[in-house]
């Protein structure tokens, strides 16, 4: 289990860039700043294999697509062969890479037709190469008459996801369902130390649970709207208050969505930062168009930092 030292090295990395306000941020995935909006990362073991969300711009579309690493690119992404006709979205693959869990809005049978509120579905495969099977709904306890949203699992099986269920302390909270050997127990709220009367959501957790990465909106440490927070584990399995991880990492927009490579240790998260520049005169619409376009100009896009093996040893 990690101890408290690790966390001061997390803090003390932080502080070193704050004032630079995301300097060390970059765009993750250039090929994907064509797409009006996207969200959501998860990677496979390899790094070869990642799977992201694509959005119309008012989110009536959002289908689950596949990306490939080629020589060190990323290829085009592909919509995957179960998702295109509902809202899919917040995929998250294990490192095996033989189960993918995502969020749906789906009707659970198929001699239903109608929508209705986000579950928490799977699909799974027999290899890396093989298509995907057909999609699963968790089921009771963790599905409810309630939204269940962005699923991570650590390497038990213990499942957190976000929910506005009534037991949420807030709007929405991080809660947690732990695997028995047999099935999930009913989901529980994270702690004070996690969740607020505001909104926590899109967790992301190591595989050991020594630590949890997740967004709080409009937080009085704030930068202004939603940031990314981490909360650390002790020898006791009690959370440690959760700290804003700064303005190395986090910006005065939306950030969300976070996802943590542990191969390379780099952090991966999607935010709704602009940089477009309010520049004198334009003298053409060629280079208006450019700079709206550019990859941090408002839309959600997927952002990388590299936070060095020191911040998060993961076991």
């Known amino acids: 289990m990690k101890s408290n030292f690790f966390l001061v090295i997390f803090i003390t990395s932080i502080l070193a860039v704050q004032g630079q306000q995301y300097t060390s941020v970059e765009p993750a995935i250039e090929i994907l700043k064509g797409f009006p909006k996207v969200r959501d990362f998860t990677l496979s073991a390899t790094g070869k294999e990642g799977y992201i969300t694509v959005q119309s711009p008012l989110e009536e579309i959002s289908v689950l697509a596949r990306i490939t690493k080629n ?19 917040e995929p998250f693959l294990l490192p095996d890479g033989l189960r ?3 969020v749906s809005n789906r009707p659970v049978t198929t001699v239903d037709s109608a929508v209705k509120d986000f579950d928490i579905w799977y699909v799974v495969r027999d290899n890396d190469k093989a298509d995907w099977g057909v999609p699963v709904n968790l089921g009771w ?11 991570t699992l650590a390497s038990n099986n213990n499942l ?16 947690l369902s732990t695997w028995n050997g047999s099935e999930y127990t009913s989901p529980i709220p994270m702690g004070e130390a996690i969740n607020t ?25 704030g930068l202004g709207s939603g940031d990314l927070y981490i909360s650390f584990r002790d020898e006791n399995q009690d959370w440690s208050v959760a700290r804003n991880l700064g303005e190395g990492i ?34 053409s619409l060629t280079a208006f168009m450019d700079e709206i376009n550019r990859y941090e100009n408002g839309l959600s896009r997927i952002y990388k930092i590299s936070v060095g093996k020191e911040v998060f040893p993961d076991k």
């Open 141 to 151: 306890p963790v599905n409810s008459e309630y939204n269940e949203f962005y699923p």
């Open 197 to 221: 009367e505001g909104y926590e959501f899109n967790a992301y957790v190591s595989s050991d649970e020594s630590y949890l990465i997740f967004s709080g909106y409009n937080r009085e440490d």
């Open 160 to 175: 957190y996801f976000t929910s506005d269920a009534p037991a949420a302390k807030g709007k929405d909270d991080i809660f």
């Open 100 to 102: 993918l869990y995502f």
């Open 250 to 283: 986090n910006s005065k927009y939306m950030d969300y969505c976070p996802f943590l490579d542990t191969s390379t240790m780099t952090l991966y998260f999607t935010s709704r930062r602009s940089a477009i520049r309010n520049v004198d005169s334009f003298r």
């Open 71 to 89: 020589a060190g690119d990323w290829t085009m992404p592909e919509i995957v062969s179960f998702s295109g006709k509902y809202k899919d979205l």
